[in-house]
């Protein structure tokens, strides 16, 4: 008899050896399983911070790079501009010169045939000729002088546009911390936490990158000196009224 109960006692307690090591099968299960989930949820909010902050990256740099491409392109396109008005001016100042000294060959060769040189005739012609030069002087002097102003004035667009650009990324980086901050706060688990933190910290990179480079100086585009004078030096006149003849 007390065989038999023995043997029951065995069996019960083998029985609850049972369903406890099941329990702690199970409890292990569901411990890794959990363990497995957080693991793939704190990898998928890395990739997706990773896509995000590449994404963020790549269009940053496109930015930078149309910006700079169209900086070139107004800085060529004002150079070409300057160069053309200063080609324009010495072809035109040239053309005087020419048309005044061969007006002067003229009227030289016309007073040798009369046999006269009147003296008061001859300071008349070097007083035109010095007006005339002076004029032509006077007038590129001016053209270059507006040229530059107009310069000047593009240059300091270019420069407010700059600062306008660079107030509303600082607007935009502000705003999209703030957006992560909230996001922090209200986050639910710590893969999203240690996501939305690295997302934080590389916002805050470019904006301190970005803030960086605004407060480097830029070198602002001169105009291009022009090649050679643009007058030619004026020819002396001669005491001979046959000279140039």
Known sequence: MSEVQENSVLTSLKELRKQEEERVRQEKAKAEAKAEAERR????????????????????????????????????????RLEEAERRARIEAEMKLQQERMRLEVEAKAATQAKVIPKRLIIGIV????????GIIFKIKSDLAAAEASARA?????????????????????????????????AKTEAERE???????????RRAAATVKKAAPSKESSPKPAAGPLIKEKKKLSDDPLDGI
């Open 127 to 134: 007083v035109g000729v010095l007006l005339v030069s002076g």
């Open 154 to 186: 593009a240059a300091q667009r270019e420069k407010d546009e700059l600062l306008r650009k660079q107030q509303e990324q600082e607007a935009a980086f502000q705003a999209q911390i703030a957006k992560l901050t909230k996001q922090l706060n209200e």
């Open 195 to 205: 996501a939305l933190k690295r997302q934080i910290e590389e916002a805050s990179s």
């Open 41 to 80: 949820a704190k990898e998928e909010a890395e990739r997706r911070a990773k896509e995000e902050a590449e994404q963020a990256r790549r269009a940053e740099e496109e930015r930078k790079r149309r910006i700079e491409e169209e900086k070139l392109a107004r800085e060529r396109e004002e150079r070409l």
